[in-house]
């Protein structure tokens, strides 16, 4: 690792934290503008174009953020497991020992042999 990506993963990292804080901004529904001001945007800015900005901003793009904000959402609301000691509690150990490759995919977590048919 070199200095330039530790200041591109932290300013990445700053801009995730900002695109946190624009879901608890209120947004009109109707014209998708801002009703009050974020960051050096003012009340009224399209939302498309406070999403533009931080496509040129993170190093990734704003198909990340929200992509990956998507997936954060969905595990909170299901309820996934953080610590992988747990999952055996949730998921029983597979008898091909957690192989779920093409010769053994009907043992996965969820799957069934119908899944196949």
Known sequence: MNEKDD?????????????????DIPMNPTTECLEQ??????A?????DIWNWFD????KGVAYLMSNSCHEEAEEDLGYLDDPDEWEE????????????????????????????
Do not use: C, K
Not at 44 to 48: A, I, L, N, Q, S
Not at 56 to 59: G, L, P, T, V, Y
Not at 90 to 110: F, L, V
């Open 7 to 23: 200041t591109v993963r932290e300013r990445d990292q700053e801009l995730e934290e900002l695109w946190a804080q624009l879901e």
């Open 37 to 42: 001001a974020f960051l050096h945007f003012p």
């Open 44 to 48: 009224g800015t399209f939302r498309e």
């Open 56 to 59: 040129e901003q993170h190093s």
């Open 90 to 117: 949730e998921y029983p150990p597979s008898a091909y020992g957690g192989d779920y490759g093409p010769a053994n995919p009907w043992n996965a977590p969820g799957m069934s042999f119908s899944d196949f048919i």
